[in-house]
């Protein structure tokens, strides 16, 4: 057994005392502060105060969510708008809007900034806690603009505000995380998979039930109370490849090239390639989606290892693999993978650090190939197929490194290790007796002890 003093590290999340009152202050005040300079700008942009491109992106509120909302007074789903393409869940978040005294569009960014808000504060919250960081609370201060003012108008950022919430509360709650996760499934479909990374026992048990419980109760009072909660799944079913998937590359290239003679149109809600060659691509991305999780299933089964950060490591690899082999990447889906991947880097062990890095840059590449240069996107010119390929690549390169590393992560069983308190005479500031463990300790640590697994920093 290996005896580890309280004052050193070892690569388990064994942690050390650390002196009172230590000053996270002025972190604090830095992080709000970006935090609002940041929505401030976001908010300018949206309203057209600040422009970035000639595109109106609040169009999708204005009119196509604000379109929505009519029908769904009426106590219906849009049953013959193909462009609804969400679960049902999505309904209360088109009619929130509605409870609110000044415009849609108005009271929807009013909504946004609640939620972002609220996100942060969690955020922050977590990092103030012993042995975690303050990086994933930056990494969400800077993610979240990289998408200009795309990022507050749609309701993505919503939604991952919930999964944000969901994540940090798992371990500690794993029935009301899965609540909130199974809330926001109902709502976009991937929240449900952050619990991919759930500990083994009783936390996945509970927070799996959970979340089936809140995504079978919810979508029962939305079918019995409105008409056509279910019709959106025909919907995805026939869609096509949207312009900006990874899949839509080699189209864009055969366009350039002249060998392609299908046609760019709005199909299903977004823009998409029509014609030869479509639906084997489309056949290869649902292969490529089930072949990822298939990969999901076999780490689950062969992980040895759950430290702290593993559950939220294994969410971000999850929804990784998800958006690189749909058919659709939309710009604000990257919000998502931001808001994952700060969750991540709350947690100092989190094997996920360089992919949040590549993430980012993913993210101002998304904003550059739209709104900046999506007309060049739409019509395969070699601008806006270049950033696009990179954009792309991007995100292929972070699920491939999300995935190897959180495989090697792991691998290995824990060494069995002792925290060891230091003699009180000894130590330079006041002690308190005892460690205030945290309380997302994993299940399956076994002999190593809670001391050995989620001691404070």
Same mark, same amino acid.
């Given at each position: 057994? @290996?005896?580890?003093?309280?004052?050193?590290?070892?690569?388990?999340?064994? %942690?050390?005392?650390?002196?009172?009152?230590?000053?996270?202050?002025?972190?604090?005040?830095?992080?709000?502060?970006?935090?609002?300079?940041?929505?401030?700008?976001?908010?300018?942009?949206?309203?057209?105060?600040?422009?970035?491109?000639?595109?109106?992106?609040?169009?999708?509120?204005?009119?196509?969510?604000?379109?929505?909302?009519?029908?769904?007074?009426?106590?219906?789903?849009?049953?013959?708008?193909?462009?609804?393409?969400?679960?049902?869940?999505?309904?209360?978040?088109?009619?929130?809007?509605?409870?609110?005294?000044?415009?849609?569009?108005?009271?929807?960014?009013?909504?946004?900034?609640?939620?972002?808000?609220?996100?942060?504060?969690?955020?922050?919250?977590?990092?103030?806690?012993?042995?975690?960081?303050?990086?994933?609370?930056?990494?969400?201060?800077?993610?979240?603009?990289?998408?200009?003012?795309?990022?507050?108008?749609?309701?993505?950022?919503?939604?991952?505000?919930?999964?944000?919430?969901?994540?940090?509360?798992?371990?500690?709650?794993?029935?009301?995380?899965?609540?909130?996760?199974?809330?926001?499934?109902?709502?976009?479909?991937?929240?449900?998979?952050?619990?991919?990374?759930?500990?083994?026992?009783?936390?996945?048990?509970?927070?799996?039930?959970?979340?089936?419980?809140?995504?079978?109760?919810?979508?029962?009072?939305?079918?019995?109370?409105?008409?056509?909660?279910? @019709?959106?799944?025909?919907? /995805?079913?026939?869609?096509?490849?949207?312009?900006?998937?990874?899949?839509?590359?080699?189209?864009?290239?055969?366009?350039?090239?002249?060998?392609?003679?299908? /046609?760019?149109?709005?199909?299903?809600?977004?823009?998409?390639?029509?014609?030869?060659?479509?639906?084997?691509?489309?056949?290869?991305?649902?292969?490529?989606?089930?072949?990822?999780?298939?990969?999901?299933?076999?780490?689950?089964?062969?992980?040895?290892?759950?430290?702290?950060?593993?559950?939220?490591?294994?969410?971000?690899?999850?929804?990784?693999?998800? %958006?690189?082999?749909?058919?659709?990447?939309?710009? /604000?889906?990257?919000?998502?993978?931001?808001?994952?991947?700060?969750?991540?880097?709350?947690?100092?062990?989190?094997? /996920?650090?360089?992919?949040?890095?590549?993430?980012?840059?993913?993210?101002?590449?998304?904003?550059?190939?739209?709104?900046?240069?999506?007309?060049?996107?739409?019509?395969?010119?070699?601008?806006?197929?270049?950033?696009?390929?990179?954009?792309?690549?991007?995100?292929?390169?972070?699920?491939?490194?999300?995935?190897?590393?959180?495989?090697?992560?792991?691998?290995?069983?824990?060494?069995?290790?002792?925290?060891?308190?230091?003699?009180?005479?000894?130590?330079?500031?006041?002690?308190?007796?005892?460690?205030?463990? @945290?309380?997302?300790?994993?299940?399956?640590?076994?002999?190593?002890?809670?001391?050995?697994?989620?001691?404070?920093?």
């Amino acid at each position: 057994m @290996e005896l580890v003093p309280a004052g050193v590290t070892g690569n388990t999340g064994s %942690t050390a005392l650390s002196a009172p009152g230590r000053p996270a202050g002025g972190a604090l005040w830095g992080l709000a502060g970006g935090w609002l300079v940041t929505r401030v700008l976001i908010v300018l942009m949206a309203v057209g105060v600040l422009r970035i491109s000639g595109m109106d992106v609040t169009a999708d509120v204005t009119v196509i969510y604000h379109g929505w909302y009519e029908v769904l007074q009426t106590g219906t789903f849009p049953l013959d708008d193909v462009t609804w393409q969400y679960p049902p869940g999505a309904a209360l978040v088109i009619l929130l809007p509605g409870l609110l005294p000044w415009s849609y569009l108005v009271s929807f960014f009013v909504i946004c900034g609640v939620l972002d808000a609220l996100a942060m504060a969690l955020l922050m919250r977590a990092g103030t806690r012993r042995g975690r960081s303050f990086t994933g609370a930056w990494v969400w201060v800077a993610g979240v603009p990289l998408l200009g003012p795309t990022v507050y108008c749609r309701y993505d950022i919503l939604v991952t505000a919930v999964a944000v919430a969901g994540l940090l509360v798992l371990l500690r709650r794993p029935a009301i995380g899965g609540i909130l996760l199974g809330f926001g499934g109902l709502v976009k479909i991937w929240p449900v998979l952050a619990l991919a990374g759930t500990p083994r026992g009783r936390r996945t048990r509970r927070s799996w039930t959970a979340a089936a419980a809140t995504l079978g109760a919810l979508c029962f009072l939305l079918a019995a109370g409105m008409n056509g909660a279910f @019709e959106f799944l025909k919907f /995805q079913r026939d869609r096509g490849i949207e312009v900006e998937s990874v899949g839509a590359l080699p189209l864009h290239f055969a366009r350039l090239a002249g060998v392609w003679h299908g /046609q760019v149109s709005m199909n299903y809600g977004s823009l998409e390639l029509l014609g030869p060659w479509v639906p084997l691509i489309s056949q290869l991305s649902v292969a490529a989606t089930a072949l990822g999780f298939g990969w999901l299933l076999l780490w689950r089964l062969r992980a040895r290892r759950w430290q702290p950060a593993t559950t939220y490591d294994a969410a971000l690899s999850a929804l990784l693999i998800f %958006t690189v082999t749909s058919r659709v990447i939309s710009p /604000q889906y990257l919000v998502w993978l931001v808001g994952v991947a700060a969750v991540c880097l709350t947690v100092r062990g989190t094997s /996920q650090k360089p992919v949040a890095v590549v993430i980012l840059v993913a993210t101002l590449f998304t904003t550059l190939e739209f709104p900046i240069l999506f007309g060049q996107v739409h019509n395969s010119q070699p601008w806006g197929v270049a950033v696009l390929t990179v954009r792309n690549l991007l995100l292929l390169t972070a699920t491939v490194v999300s995935c190897h590393r959180l495989w090697r992560s792991t691998r290995g069983p824990d060494a069995e290790r002792t925290v060891v308190l230091p003699a009180l005479e000894r130590a330079g500031y006041p002690v308190r007796p005892g460690i205030a463990y @945290e309380q997302d300790l994993l299940d399956g640590l076994g002999s190593t002890g809670a001391s050995a697994a989620g001691g404070p920093r």
